[in-house]
């Protein structure tokens, strides 16, 4: 590299650095949890043959073999209970399979100080500084928003190793958000399901039913 080369990048990265903004105030407290996944709702989608030949000293040597293609869903198990259908995945030799992989173990929730809670996925082609964290983490985070045919905004957390260096996850909606259901009320004993069957003998529905039992 020449000289002014050298000189042209020094200034261009100085002017850069003078520019940086200055994100210490920015930081909020959150609570980074790793929800696990499973695959539900599989459907088959055919398969792919990834049988390959060739030949050698002792015949013709064959891997591979018939592998099946499916659709499914990635599935959130939420700590009450609760199960999220987060996005679609592909399993098998397929395109799809490679562009949306079913093995990703967990997905992450960040529940902010205010009880705001987000579903986040980490960004592809940039850091993941979750994996080096507890599966319940407390985190500071910053929110960073880009402009541009479509705005997005981002969720920055610094790597637990290196602050300097921050991982870049985006918020996720899920295919089904979550619903709580009314739990039944649990009942208060046995006596008027024993009243209601044919387990007791006239003497003792008498005896301990009442009566319209």
């Given at each position: ?34 929800v696990p996944l499973h695959v539900g709702g599989k459907v ?90 507890d599966t319940n983490s407390k985190v500071l985070y910053r ?71």
């Amino acid at each position: 590299m020449r000289r002014i080369d050298c000189i042209v990048l020094a200034v261009a990265v100085t002017v850069s650095l003078s520019f940086a903004k200055d994100h210490s105030n920015d930081y909020k407290m959150g609570t980074l949890t790793k929800v696990p996944l499973h695959v539900g709702g599989k459907v088959s989608m055919g398969y792919t043959d990834t049988t390959s030949c060739s030949s050698g000293l002792f015949g013709v040597h064959c891997t591979g073999g018939i592998v099946d293609d499916y659709g499914a869903n990635l599935v959130a198990d939420m700590p009450d209970g609760i199960e999220v259908v987060i996005k679609p995945c592909a399993g098998g030799a397929s395109l799809a399979a490679a562009l949306l992989p079913c093995s990703q173990p967990y997905v992450l929730t960040l529940t902010e100080e205010d009880g705001t809670f987000v579903f986040l996925d980490h960004t592809w082609g940039h850091r993941d500084s979750a994996k080096e964290l507890d599966t319940n983490s407390k985190v500071l985070y910053r929110t960073k928003h880009v402009r541009g045919l479509v705005s997005v905004d981002y969720v920055m957390i610094p790597d637990p190793t290196n602050p300097n260096k921050e991982g870049t996850y985006n918020v996720i909606k899920p295919m089904k958000p979550p619903t709580k259901k009314d739990a039944a009320a649990p009942a208060p004993d046995n006596i008027a399901a024993m009243c209601a069957s044919d387990k007791l003998s006239a003497e003792l529905k008498a005896k301990y039913c009442k009566e319209g039992q």
